[in-house]
């Protein structure tokens, strides 16, 4: 039995620890926010927090995970810092097959949560773990800098 | 909100459901009684299957395979060359031969590695170049057509040129990478299988599960779940799986989900064709071309496919937009035995403009031409015949487009300027340069005509709300929006009152598949034709109806067998201009600044086609430098992403663009396509921006570090 804390509610689970986070999230709990793009930690569509920080939850065993606070993109739906960066990218156009977005969303989270300012080449940097083949990324570049201008005092670490 | 100037950019109409993540893409359904299914598939490239030893199968786990499939074992496209599953021969790498279904992955996967099968194996055909030295053998050309000049005249030619060029061009694989991998489910119901999934032609799959499992239409139905991604890569191969999960549900009489994980997504579907184009060009004294004669040969890959329609795309544009005296064209389509290739954004035009535009810009310096003044002197201009004998009917913007990005760009201060600083730079160096482009918009030839009669259908309930109804799918291109916005300024309707339904056959007449860069354009338009119906005969409060046929506009008729007419109804046309930096020490290419100038009729919504225009472009210039794949002995040897390497956010810059505006007089607002043309240009410019940096020649894409240090390497041998 492994417990931790799901979008601030603790739950436990039966499933093996050698099961990934992913699967956890997206079958136990139902939780379907949080995409499969590669299964290899490479594109960023499994993004979630994991006591904070930012982490790719298909190479996350639960067995690592006892006692962890984890964060899907279902936990912040309901924050300003979502409703920010979901209208800076409606506004800047960097949405469109939508499937690298979720993860997207949690990196830009991230970002701006330890550095609300960033400079283009920090935003390049911040996102460089998620990938994304529809945008060429320079919308998704320009939603995060909207989020940041437009966040002040939002993004202030607590 | 109403829509004063149509391209005024509105909100998209799936934003919600994706920036949460609550739309449900097809891996994130699950239906009652549902179980998985895993293909076994052939581990040899070419040989005769002698025996299959299944391992004892669990309770509620069972093989499904050729035996099973009630009509013909092929997977309808368009020849009968595709089994659904392998029954006696195999053809390539990871062709399905069977499928384990059951309720637990783990379980499947398990009993996949205890399968033993029995082959004998025969020698396979691995690489084009193979294929071409074999070309004339039975069964290795799938597809020809030639067509231009006669080789005599040519020849004749020839005789009084000054000198011959003769250039070999490659080009590699490209994968198509959409984050979505390719996912399928059959729903069983007593009375009809519905497959879900993710798709691009709701209707090449109707078609190809009405064959497959030999039923009536009201048998089968088709719905399209959000897609994540297709860029070609969802047009043909879906069907196949398609045919795999409702074989195996009308078999098990359970639903069947078929996810592909990104490794075997990446190794068994469908690729851009890697490509070889010859050229041997006439020049005269000045340097001026003479005449020209292209050969190219596609790598079709196992099976046919869509390859010869590719071929035909490839064709028309062997010639780029110049208008080249004496021109001969021709083509194959070769099989391999190695994963069957297929559509994938731009549809052959890619590897023929890379291939031109590399071939151009050698020419020019031969004769000590700027590349872009010596393209210009053989651009197209309005009335110009084709090299199909077609005519370019309608206004070309290409000259001022060339102009403004010039400006923009400040292209000639720059190339000055690096060629001042490289030679005191000893590693960076620096170079740019450009890519003209067009691309076709829709089908070649006649088929919306003869193939696709496309069919709309608007509906109006009682609360005055209009529902589109047509097959075409959103897989992220933006048509939920922009085809609703057509439809709403037509009808003076606020866009939030225009409806547009995940599409479903049960639901929506043929408009067509979601290709060629004919959506905005073909399916626009007779949307666009409907809305003025409706408004016409407009009754608020009742529900109404109208539909509206495809009426193809005759112009120079296209005859494939010779290969000449108007392959197209119109054209979009695009500038690139690219600033590379190129490390000489490890290769590595940097790209500093990328502009682009498109003209694409009228844009249907500035935000959505700046999308399409830095998306596009980011796979075209990767394409050209960054991402590379490889077949060794028929398997493929990138099976992951970071093995590829496609761009991220680190790779790519911000993109200067413009667009402008010379409406289309069968486009709905003006408007023509967008989607394809914006790849285009993006391999050929950085490749010209490559080889200014190293004053050097490539004859390939990608041109990755290797291929540069190579070339540093025995540039340095020569100088020695």
């Known amino acids: ?158 | 909100m109403s829509l004063k100037d149509i391209s005024t950019s509105v909100p998209k109409k799936d934003h919600k459901g994706k920036v949460s993540g609550q739309l449900p893409y097809i891996s994130d359904v699950k239906v009652e009684n549902m179980v998985y299914g895993v293909l076994v598939r052939s581990p040899i490239a070419y040989g005769k299957i002698k025996s299959i030893q299944l391992p004892t199968l669990p309770e509620g786990y069972e093989a499904v395979g050729a035996e099973h499939i009630s009509g013909p074992n092929y997977v309808k496209i368009i020849q009968e060359d595709q089994p659904i599953f392998a029954n006696e021969w195999v053809n390539y790498i990871g062709e399905p031969i069977f499928m384990l279904v059951g309720k637990d992955l783990n379980i499947l996967y398990s009993l996949l590695d205890e399968v033993k099968i029995d082959f004998e194996e025969h020698q396979a055909v691995y690489t084009l170049d193979e294929a071409i030295q074999q070309k004339s053998a039975s069964g290795i050309t799938m597809a020809t057509y030639e067509f231009g000049e006669s080789l005599e005249t040519i020849a004749a030619i020839e005789l009084g040129a000054h000198q011959i060029i003769e250039e070999e061009y490659d080009t590699g694989y490209q994968e198509h990478v959409y984050l979505e991998p390719q996912g399928m489910l059959a729903i069983y119901k007593e009375d009809e299988i519905v497959v879900q999934g993710s798709m691009q032609c709701l209707y090449y799959i109707k078609n190809a599960l009405i064959s497959a499992l030999d039923c009536g239409a009201d048998d089968v139905r088709v719905v399209q779940s959000p897609t994540g991604g297709g860029f070609g890569g969802k047009e043909e191969f879906p069907s196949m799986m398609a045919c795999h999960v409702a074989v195996a549900a009308k078999a098990v009489k359970k639903s069947v989900m078929l996810v592909f994980d990104r490794s075997e997504d990446m190794v068994v579907t469908t690729k851009r064709h890697p490509a070889k184009l010859n050229y041997r060009t006439a020049l005269d004294k000045e340097g001026n071309i003479l005449s020209m004669c292209v050969d190219i040969y596609l790598d079709g890959g196992a099976n046919a496919g869509l390859s010869q329609v590719v071929l035909q795309r490839a064709l028309i544009n062997s010639a780029g937009v110049y208008n080249i005296p004496h021109f001969h064209a021709k083509g194959y389509v070769l099989k391999t035995n190695t994963v069957p290739n297929g559509a994938f954004r731009g549809f052959g035009a890619p590897q023929s403009f890379a291939g031109i535009e590399s071939h151009i810009g050698h020419l020019s310096k031969l004769g000590n031409f700027d590349p872009l003044e010596y393209k210009r002197k053989y651009l197209v201009k309005q009335g110009d015949p084709t090299i199909t004998k077609g005519i370019f009917r309608d206004p070309i913007l290409v000259e001022d487009m060339i102009e403004d990005l010039l400006n923009a760009s400040q292209y000639k201060t720059k190339k000055a300027e690096f060629q001042r600083n490289n030679p005191k730079n000893q590693r960076y160096k620096k170079g740019v340069g450009t890519s003209l482009f067009l691309h076709g918009c829709g089908f070649t030839g006649s088929g919306e005509r003869d193939h696709i009669k496309a069919t709309v259908k608007l509906v109006k309930s009682k609360d005055d709300r209009v529902s589109l109804k047509i097959s075409n799918s959103d897989m992220g291109q933006g048509i939920y929006t922009t085809l609703s916005k057509i439809v709403a300024k037509e009808l003076d309707l606020p866009y939030e009152r225009v409806l547009y339904p995940d599409p479903d056959t049960k639901e929506v007449p043929d408009s067509g598949p979601t290709v060629a860069s004919r959506t905005t354009m073909i399916v626009g338009k007779l949307l666009e034709r409907a809305a003025k119906k409706l408004k016409a005969q407009w009754q608020s409060g009742v529900d109404q109806e109208v539909f509206e046929h495809y009426v193809h506009r005759e112009m120079i008729p296209w005859d494939e067998k010779t290969f000449t007419g108007d392959a197209y109804p119109a054209y979009s046309w695009g500038v690139n201009i690219v600033e590379v930096e190129v490390d000489t020490l490890t290769g590595n290419i940097k790209l500093e600044k990328v502009y682009g100038n498109y003209e694409v009729g009228k844009v249907i919504d500035e935000r959505i086609m700046k999308g399409q225009i830095d998306g596009g472009l980011a796979q075209g210039l990767a394409y050209g430098y960054l991402e590379k794949m490889t077949s060794k002995q028929g398997r493929i040897q990138q099976k992951s992403i970071s093995d590829y390497g496609p761009p991220t956010a680190m790779d790519v810059v911000s993109i200067d663009s413009k667009v402008f505006d010379n409406p289309y007089a069968d486009g709905p607002y003006g408007a023509k396509g967008a989607g394809e043309l914006t790849l285009i240009g993006g391999a050929p410019a950085v490749q010209a921006a490559i080889e200014d940096a190293l004053q050097t020649s490539f004859q390939q894409i990608p041109i990755t570090p290797e291929v540069i240090i190579e070339s540093l390497w025995r540039k340095e041998g020569e100088k020695g």
């Open chain 1, 1 to 158: 039995m492994i417990k931790f804390t799901l979008n601030g509610r603790i739950v436990e689970t039966d499933a093996p620890p050698t099961a990934r986070l992913l699967d956890l999230i997206r079958d136990e709990f139902e939780l379907i926010g949080t995409k499969e793009g590669c299964g290899e930690g490479e594109c960023g569509a499994c993004s979630v927090f994991v006591n904070n920080l930012l982490q790719n939850s298909c190479l996350i065993p639960i067995g690592a995970i006892a006692g962890a606070d984890i964060q899907t993109i279902e936990g912040i739906m309901e924050t300003e810092q979502f409703k920010l960066l979901d209208e800076s990218y409606s506004n800047a156009g960097g949405v469109q097959c939508g499937y690298c977005i979720p993860g997207m969303i949690m990196a830009s989270a991230a970002l701006l949560s330890n550095n609300p300012h960033p400079s283009e080449a920090e935003i390049r940097d911040g996102i460089s773990g998620n990938l994304c083949r529809c945008t060429g990324y320079n919308m998704i570049v320009d939603a995060i800098n909207l989020a940041a201008k437009k966040g002040d005092g939002l993004w202030q670490k607590k």
